[in-house]
């Protein structure tokens, strides 16, 4: 995952994060995966990416209120980045997920968890620094990202949503493609 670092916000957003003192906190999703396919397509790293979202896990407090917080407080500590960034407390998950997506989801256990659900399985990674090195959790490898394979995500079926996605994603990089039938099916008998 060295390639999503080559996105100057990426890397100034991994070097900062410890200074927001968020407690299992990553770095996720479309800023990672997006510079990938940037790069891949000969773009600008950081060319038509919406937001970049950070994960973190406190159980502390719950509330709307102390995530928004934590977002005015990101964004003015990255101000000077000139990006919209999304800081979510994966802990609150739960609390309204049912009324978001039309189902319930169980209380989940730590940020990793929340990138488990990310509707498009390749898409599914998150990067922190931990100890003085990068760490990468792609809980469904890294292989079809680079391959521009949007396959979805075996553990959640959310069906049009995936559809959205894929759809947006195939307009920007136009190269991106579906899984192969067979394949998936395979993928979902070893679940």
Known sequence: MQDALRNPCNQALLDGLVDLHLPDAWLVGGCLFQTVWNLLDGRAPGAGIRDYDVFYFDTEDLSDRSEQAVNRQAQTLFSGLGVQLDVRNQARVHTWYAAYFGRPCPPLQNSCEGVDRFLVG????????????????????????YRGILSPN???????????????YQARWHWLSRPDPAALAAARQNL
């Open 122 to 145: 390749s898409t599914s990674v998150g990067l922190r620094r931990e100890a003085g090195h990068i760490e990468v959790y792609a809980p469904y490898g890294l292989d079809d990202m």
């Open 154 to 168: 075996p553990r959640v079926d959310h069906g049009l949503l995936y559809e959205n996605k894929v759809r947006d």
